[in-house]
């Protein structure tokens, strides 16, 4: 008998949480509201690990297993017991409930609760949080840890079908290993910044470090966290190049990049000559306030942040990559081989999506095509002079244009 939850009357508490250890073992544990290492998630997160995932991928995978840990708490149900009907009632919630209220900092004492009316999740967030918990479940039936039948199981529709179907080319598509909670993902075009707008943004940097990093971000294509993981002996000015740690191969790749980044990047070294440690195997990003500190993401994401708001735009710093992929994919002398090597993609068609014409451009387009449309209409209304008037005449008449 399905078991009745008022999902609108429940509050999650935000307890527990995903910390980061300094264990290139165990980087990151799940712990429970009484402060104890969750065995089951842990055993998940070292599995990822022999699959050589990264460390930012246990990361990604071990908040969404927060969420879902988090939801069984307040609601009393063990995760080895966990049933379709918790999974159900989960994805709801997230795409109802929204994000969590976070409670101030100023005020630690009260404890942050999870309730109905946050923002909402997008959809590729559910999507990915849907499927990590697929896997998660998946991998403990298969060593005998969790439940026999997983919460979160494939979609219905394809059950029918007989095994190793040969399917009809006519058919359209379909996604074998779509979930039965897994969201539908709509298409995007990648957003990018607009000349004018990046100029904006880019006049409200506060610091030679911080223009540095934006024109090797918009002129190389790198991901933030490769360009921060480039060391000092990694940078060539005579070359125009800068090698970065590619994400998930972890291959060290030169990236070219445009002159005038790197004319920030010396600007940058100059100023900040005696606060930095100097050596051909540290980093080259470092933060501005003393003690020095190897520069992260998030204090990247949160300086062009700062910046964008003072422009007076919603500009993300990834969509700096998104530009610089447009910038080149536009560019007749440029392969679209090429720039699937820069980007680091591994199929073409995802360096394709590039080719589609950005918003900015194609509304400039066609206003364009509804002023001569305009245009073409009033001469065609415009009846000619007849014959034997001078055109002189008619312009002192009628002004200049009568014609």
Same mark, same amino acid.
């Given at each position: ?99 969590? @209220? #976070? %409670? &101030?900092? =100023? !005020? ?12 909402? +999740?997008? $959809? *590729? ?35 029918? @079908? #007989? %095994? &190793?179907? =040969? !399917? ?12 039965? +909670?897994? $969201? *539908? ?219």
């Amino acid at each position: 008998m399905e078991v009745s939850r008022d999902l609108a009357a429940l509050s999650v508490p935000l307890v527990g949480e995903l910390v980061a250890v300094d264990d290139p073992w165990d980087p990151y544990r799940l712990i429970d509201p009484a402060g104890q290492a969750v065995e089951g998630a842990a055993a998940f997160l070292r599995d990822l690990q022999g699959a050589g995932r990264s460390a930012s991928t246990a990361r990604s995978y071990g908040m969404d297993l927060l969420r879902w840990f988090r939801f069984l708490w307040a609601v009393g149900v063990p995760w080895e017991r966990a049933s379709r009907l918790e999974a159900r009632d989960f994805s709801r919630w997230l795409q109802i409930a929204g994000q969590p @209220r #976070r %409670a &101030h900092w =100023r !005020r630690t004492s009260e404890s942050g609760r999870w309730t109905a009316g946050g923002k909402p +999740y997008a $959809p *590729s967030v559910r999507a990915h949080s849907e499927t990590v918990l697929r896997c998660f479940y998946d991998f403990h039936r298969d060593i005998g840890s969790g439940p026999v039948l997983n919460p979160f199981p494939l979609d219905r529709s394809r059950h029918g @079908r #007989r %095994a &190793h179907a =040969r !399917r009809n080319p006519m058919d359209l598509p379909r996604n074998e290993r779509a979930g039965l +909670y897994r $969201p *539908s993902v709509p298409g995007r075009v990648p957003r990018s910044v607009p000349d004018e707008e990046f100029n904006e943004i880019f006049a409200r940097l506060p610091s030679h470090r911080d223009r540095a990093l934006v024109a090797f971000y918009v002129s190389t294509g790198a991901r933030a966290g490769e360009l921060l993981s480039t060391w000092q002996a990694g940078v060539d000015p005579g070359r125009q190049l800068i090698s970065v740690v590619r994400k998930g191969s972890g291959e060290v790749q030169e990236l070219p990049a445009s002159a005038d980044a790197f004319v920030w990047l010396r600007l940058y070294q100059v100023e900040m000559d005696d606060a930095i440690p100097r050596g051909r195997r540290l980093p080259l990003w470092w933060t501005l306030r003393s003690p020095a500190r190897p520069l992260t993401y998030h204090a990247v994401h949160r300086m062009f942040e700062r910046a964008g708001a003072r422009a007076g735009t919603s500009a993300t710093l990834h969509a700096l990559r998104h530009t610089a992929a447009y910038r080149m994919a536009e560019d007749p002398s440029l392969p679209l081989t090429d720039v699937q090597f820069v980007l680091g993609h591994a199929q073409l068609t995802t360096t394709q999506l590039y080719l589609t014409p950005r918003k900015e451009v194609v509304i400039r387009r066609l206003l364009a095509h509804h002023c001569e449309q305009t245009r073409q209409a009033a001469a065609r209304m415009t009846p000619p002079p007849a014959a034997g008037y001078r055109p002189e005449s008619l312009e002192v008449l009628f002004g200049a244009g009568a014609r």
